[in-house]
């Protein structure tokens, strides 16, 4: 069974870091493109982050640039994302997605990411 | 990068047939066949329901369908069922490899 387990998340100060982790399994992690996609409370999925198959090619939605980093390690079938200088509207539930045919069909249960003070 | 237009609602009775538009631009919609559909349930994960702007994954039922004219794709949910209820997104790829979402739209079971 394809599955994806994403932790990592919690509350933190606006500055602060923190890093989410998504397990992978039951299919071949390093054939795949992954993305993380989050979704502030209440409001619509926003793309954030995606990264080629040997971690070589990554592409970030503008509001995270310079702040976010998308990794992965395929021996161990985890994906992973860096969030530093956190801000409050970095607020929200992130997912990570497999992605097939420029789509995700298979997604996390979600990880929330809370920032305040 | 900006979202992609959806109406925020739609609301059909049993039975019946009801659509949303997604549009966007030139730089997305317009110019790829790259358009997915997800279905979202309150407190659940997002499912594809369409890729590849009509095509259906495994185990999605062919009540629902996708189109696209110009830089505006549409989602058809035939047959309206009570389980229907949900919210929807579109989502485009765009240039430089990344993607934009829609706006999304709840739909609503009379």
């Known amino acids: 069974e394809v599955q994806l387990v994403e932790s990592g998340g919690g509350l933190v100060q606006p500055g602060g870091s923190l890093r989410l982790s998504c397990a992978a399994s039951?299919?071949?992690?390093?054939?795949?493109?992954m993305t993380w996609v989050r979704q502030a409370p209440g409001k619509g999925l926003e793309w954030v982050a995606n990264?080629?198959?040997?971690?070589?090619?990554?592409f970030y939605v503008d509001s995270v640039k310079g702040r976010f980093t998308i990794s992965r390690d395929n021996a161990n079938n985890v994906l992973y994302l860096q969030m530093n200088s956190l801000r409050a509207e970095d607020t929200a539930v992130y997912y990570c997605?497999?992605?097939?045919?420029?789509?995700?069909?298979?997604w996390g249960q979600g990880s929330l990411v809370a920032v305040s003070s | 990068q900006s979202a992609l237009t959806q109406p925020a609602s739609v609301s059909g009775s049993p039975g019946q047939s009801i659509a949303i538009s997604c549009t966007g631009t030139?730089?997305?919609?317009?110019?790829?066949?790259?358009v997915s559909w997800y279905q979202q349930h309150p407190g659940k994960a997002p499912k594809l329901i369409i890729f590849?702007?009509?095509k259906w994954p495994s185990g999605v039922s062919n009540r629902f369908s996708g189109s696209k004219s110009g830089n505006t794709a549409s989602l058809t949910i035939s047959g309206l069922q009570a389980e229907d209820e949900a919210d929807y997104y579109c989502?485009?790829?765009?240039?430089?490899?990344?993607?934009?979402f829609g706006t999304g739209t709840k739909v609503t079971v009379l």
């Open positions: 989502c485009s790829y765009a240039a430089g490899s990344t993607y934009v």
């Open positions: 039951g299919f071949t992690f390093s054939r795949h493109w």
């Open positions: 997605a497999r992605n097939i045919a420029y789509s995700w069909e298979c």
């Open positions: 990264i080629k198959e040997d971690g070589r090619e990554k």
């Open positions: 590849e702007v009509s």
């Open positions: 030139n730089s997305d919609v317009g110019n790829y066949d790259l």
